[in-house]
């Protein structure tokens, strides 16, 4: 049986969510340069095919904290600096993902599969 296209397109998604995550992790991070990593991160992913949108924010705050009180002025990026959004277009159906910290683990999940209303005669 061929995968439908709903199947396909949540498959991309999570293409791009390994490739984003396991690109990205242990890049160097400081609170100065958290916009244009996670802006490199939305351009490398939104090269890929089937993707709409992506948008990384990065939690300077968290970093800060991370930081404070150290001599330190770079951390490592990790799932718990990120929150991530993609939206992936697969012959008309639309993933919406979305990646976050869910009891200390960065989870990808999808949010919503939406697919195309049938066409009427």
Known sequence: MDPTDAQTACFEAGIKFGTLYH???G??????????????????IENQPHCLE????????????????????YTELTGRFMEVEMVIDYEGVEVHTRMDMVDGY???????????????E
């Open 106 to 120: 960065p989870l990808m999940r999808v949010e919503s599969v939406e697919e195309p209303e049938p066409a009427t």
């Open 27 to 44: 890049t160097p991070l400081a609170p100065r340069s958290a916009d244009s990593i996670a802006r490199a991160m939305e351009e490398a």
């Open 54 to 73: 992506v948008s990384v924010d990065i939690l300077e705050d968290a970093v800060r904290e991370e930081l404070a009180g150290t001599d330190a002025t």
């Open 23 to 25: 690109q990205f992790t």
